[in-house]
């Protein structure tokens, strides 16, 4: 039996629960428990807007959320003798929905509140809840479709040092700075806002609330790596920045496809993770995984062969420029293929977009050498759909 460390009241928002977590990443945030290396444990999440979505049919809730919310986590959790050049060892054990909450949702952001990867083309707010059955999840905004979910956390990290979060603060203003009107913006900068910070109150508060990073990007704590293949079974390493490591977790996903490219995000829910956690002394250095975490996936995955496979290149599909073996261009024109292609067996293209999002949709870069074009593969699993979806000869 492993002990449950964070609990969550889904009627409650996440600074009233019994041990508040927190929104920002601040090394002065304090930890909401301890544990010794070799403790498993339960954190209980809720999803990542803290409870702003409801199951319904109406996005209107999706184009009004409050982003200055987001990311609500469960921890910090001090694990007792980690410091600053050891790694942190980080095994998930297990991660499940709870039972009074069988369904998701995903949603692609308004261009005015957040924006999402395709936000030139898909500029108006929409939103599909996904209801499960066991491990598969269908919807009744997009028919026809069922698949297996992946379950993983959206974020898991430690905490920065002092020195690292004045470094990310610095480089993510200069970027803003570089061009401040851009809707949506180039990066989310600290914001006071809906800050939580764990128990912290007054002055200690006000400071984190000011400096906290938000945690919209991955960064070298990890973070919101987004990676769906990070499930049960997978063990991080993680580079300890701070006594304790302070490591965190939430923003759970049912599913996702790569890229989570709808911003909004995976299959969002709230749920339950168990972790295990031990301690390389010194060993960010040794094994030279002192930059950005690493991790070995687990043995669980949905068993999807064969795909139907879309490319994009280089090119931007709105000016027609040249551009240089940019891999975001051709992974965003390998989505658009994929979109218009599912638009002919009767999708909308929002619909489809909200596939690609949450689906098991495998995102691979093909070349990023051969000048100028990179080529983006985007690979759409054909057992998901209730039909076949292959284009057909004529006979
Ligand atoms: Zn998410």
């Not at 990890?222 to 990070?230: H, Q, S």
């Amino acid at each position: 039996m492993v002990k449950k460390l964070f609990e969550i009241d889904l009627t409650k928002r996440m600074e009233q629960q019994k041990h508040p977590g927190h929104n920002r990443w601040h090394p002065d945030i304090p930890a909401a428990f301890a544990v010794n290396p070799g403790e498993a444990f339960r954190m209980e999440c809720q999803e990542w807007t803290d409870g702003q979505i409801g199951n319904n049919d109406s996005a209107e809730d999706i184009r009004t959320v409050n982003l200055n919310r987001v990311h609500v986590l469960s921890g910090p959790v001090h694990v007792n003798g980690a410091e600053p050049g050891d790694l942190l060892v980080v095994d998930i054990l297990d991660i499940g929905t709870f039972l009074e909450h069988e369904w998701g949702f995903n949603g692609i952001f308004a261009k005015e509140n957040g924006g999402s990867f395709l936000v030139d083309h898909y500029p108006e707010a929409a939103k599909s809840i996904w209801d499960f059955e066991g491990i598969f999840a269908t919807s009744r905004h997009i028919p026809g479709i069922k698949f297996a979910g992946l379950i993983h956390p959206g974020i898991v990290g430690v905490a920065p040092s002092h020195e690292m979060l004045a470094e990310w603060n610095k480089r993510e203003k200069e970027l803003v700075d570089s061009n401040p009107n851009r809707v949506p913006p180039l990066a989310n900068l600290p914001n006071p806002d809906q800050v939580v910070a764990g128990t912290l109150k007054g002055e200690a508060f006000d400071k984190v609330a000011k400096e906290g990073a938000r945690t919209v990007p991955p960064r070298e704590n990890g973070g919101n790596c987004d990676i769906k293949n990070l499930s049960k079974g997978s063990r991080i390493y993680f580079p300890v920045f701070v006594d304790g490591a302070k490591l965190s977790v939430g923003d759970l996903h049912f599913s996702q496809g790569d890229g989570e490219i709808t911003f909004c995000g995976g299959i969002e829910i709230p749920g339950w993770i168990e972790l295990k956690v031990d301690v390389i002394k010194g060993g960010a250095k040794t094994h030279s995984i002192q930059r950005n975490p690493a991790f070995q996936p687990g043995p669980v995955m949905p068993n999807y062969n064969e795909y139907l496979v879309f490319q994009g290149i280089s090119v931007n599909e709105l000016t027609g420029k040249q551009e240089y073996l940019d891999a975001n261009t051709a992974y965003r024109n390998a989505c658009l293929n994929a979109i218009e292609y599912m638009k002919t067996l009767g999708y909308t293209g929002e619909q489809a977009y909200m596939i690609l999002s949450t689906a098991p949709v495998q995102g691979n870069i093909g070349g990023i050498v051969d000048i100028p074009n990179a080529c983006c593969t985007l690979s759409l699993p054909k057992a998901i759909f209730d039909k076949d979806i292959i284009p057909k000869l004529d006979k």
